[in-house]
Structures are given as structure tokens and as C-alpha cells.
């Protein structure tokens, strides 16, 4: 689970095999093998979301997708892809947009990502010595 970090879910997203698992993962710059495939479905999720009144499984798909993306943003995940203007630009408009259209309920978990994203960031900034 990407929750967890487990090692055999990072080296999965990176296209490693189990048999990999006593190479160190260190941080890296580079997102790993996987990550646009799982960012692409995870965006391609949340700007088709309709909710509709009488279907809770687009409340269902945001939940889940917003949760990954939480995890996915990670460096360990996205390296500094994340952080690239075309991608950064792209993250936020999507953000902003659910953020004025969607429930209180993806509106909570949309918060959680953002601030995933931040912290994250944040602490690789303060291991490679960088202030801002």
C-alpha cells in the first residue's frame, strides 16, 4: 500500500521486480517508470468527474483518486516531476476547479493531497539544504 511505503509498491512504480529489493531506494529527481501512467488516470478521474445526485460512485472515484494522488506526489513517487511548471500549472487548475465545484466530502480530500504534495516537497528541500 502507498500508504505504508512499502518498499515493493515503490519498486512496482518503478518497473523493479521484488528480486530488486536489497538495491537501496534512494530520493530521486526522476519520477519513477509508472508515474505519468498513474498521474495521467488519476487526472483523467478527476476532470471527467460529474457528480450526480442519485450516484455516489463519482464521489467514489474522487475519494479514491484524490487518495492516491496524495501518495503519488510523494518524491519517492513523482521524483521532481511534480514541481515542473507545465505539470505544477496543470495540478493546480484541476485543483482550483474541484475546489469551487465539487462536495465538501472531495473538497476535504482534495486538502489532504495539496497538503501531502507541500509537505512532501517541503522536506525535500530541507534534506538537500534549499531555503524558499
Avoid: C, W
Amino acid at each position: 500500500m502507498m500508504a505504508a511505503k512499502d518498499t515493493t509498491i515503490i519498486l512496482a512504480m518503478d518497473g523493479r521486480t521484488s528480486d530488486d529489493q536489497d538495491k537501496p531506494v534512494a530520493q530521486k529527481e526522476e519520477p519513477s517508470a509508472y508515474f505519468f501512467v498513474v498521474f495521467g488516470l488519476i487526472y483523467e478521474a478527476l476532470s471527467t468527474l460529474s457528480m450526480d445526485a442519485n450516484d455516489n460512485s463519482p464521489l467514489e472515484t474522487a475519494v479514491a483518486a484524490l487518495d492516491t494522488l496524495g501518495y503519488l506526489v510523494r518524491p519517492e513517487f513523482a521524483g521532481r516531476a511534480v514541481l515542473e511548471q507545465p505539470i505544477f500549472d496543470e495540478l493546480i487548475s484541476l485543483a482550483y476547479r474541484l475546489g469551487m465545484t465539487e462536495s465538501t466530502e472531495v473538497q476535504r480530500h482534495l486538502i489532504s493531497a495539496i497538503a501531502s504534495l507541500a509537505s512532501s516537497q517541503r522536506s525535500r528541500m530541507d534534506l538537500s539544504g534549499q531555503t524558499g
